[in-house]
């Protein structure tokens, strides 16, 4: 039983890469996601369906458009594969279909932010707020998860507010407190403080690189990716701060 419901959501996880790209490719460039249909970026011919299916038609077209042959970005594949692989380890952590997908379209959207953060150095409010709503109800507990989320966004805002007179430099934008938002709703309080602290590890080694060659480098990847990891192995990190801090 377990296999049909994660073959379910991993084919979910697919049909919704593909969608995740369209709003990868045109949100941060205002389109409509609906107007006009799925066509090829480089001639413009509207693709047929068989062009559409997630990660097949990548394939077999051999990474090339039909029509002028000008290559496909293999960003379509990747992210397609990429959402069905978290569908599949989501589920395979909650054994629960309705809580997996809710839980899955989170992180499925928290990897179209990243990439969006990557590119553009901008996170739409819609995707965003989108992971934050979702995340409240990833769970049971849905007035602690709007409590956590509440208690991270009140927190962000207040830091945001200190560093910025310390460091007399705008710091943290609202889109980081949205998503310390989404970190609390999805892990609680005390792990949603390590998976901040853990994104702060991962990225320095990233920060310390990149400061050399002055290019301004997106936090939300980090936050997206430490949150992954503490949510699906929550049980490690609550041992490990147990063992380390006590608490």
């Not at 107007?35 to 090339?64: A, D, E, V, Y």
């Not at 007399?168 to 989404?182: P, R, S, Y």
């Not at 400061?211 to 997106?218: A, F, H, L, N, R």
């Amino acid at each position: 039983m377990m296999m049909i419901e994660g073959g379910i959501l991993v084919l979910f996880g697919l049909l919704f890469g593909s969608f995740l790209n369209v709003l990868i490719l045109r949100i941060p460039k205002e389109e409509s996601i609906v107007f006009p249909g799925s066509h090829c970026t480089s001639c413009n011919n509207k693709l047929k369906w068989w062009h559409n299916i997630p990660l097949i038609s990548w394939i077999i077209l051999g990474g090339k458009c039909h029509f002028c042959k000008e290559k496909i970005s293999i960003q379509y594949p990747l992210i397609e594969l990429s959402t069905a692989i978290l569908f599949g380890v989501v589920y395979y952590k909650l054994e629960n279909i309705p809580y997996g997908l809710i839980a899955g379209l989170v992180f499925a959207l928290l990897l179209g932010l990243s990439l969006i953060d990557f590119r553009y150095k901008a996170v739409p409010d819609s995707l965003n707020l989108g992971a934050l709503t979702l995340a409240i109800f990833a769970s049971p507990t849905i007035l602690t998860n709007l409590t956590n989320a509440l208690i991270f966004a009140g927190g962000f805002a207040l830091l945001r507010f200190y560093v910025s007179f310390a460091i007399k430099k705008e710091a943290l934008g609202e889109a980081d407190i949205m998503i310390a938002a989404t970190i609390g709703a999805m892990v609680g309080l005390k792990l949603g403080v390590f998976a901040i602290f853990l994104s702060a590890v991962i990225a320095l080694p990233v920060f310390i690189i990149i400061k050399e060659k002055d290019y301004e480098v997106p936090f939300i990847p980090f936050l997206a990716f430490a949150l992954f990891l503490v949510f699906i192995f929550e049980d490690f990190f609550k041992a490990f701060i147990f063992n380390v801090y006590g608490i």
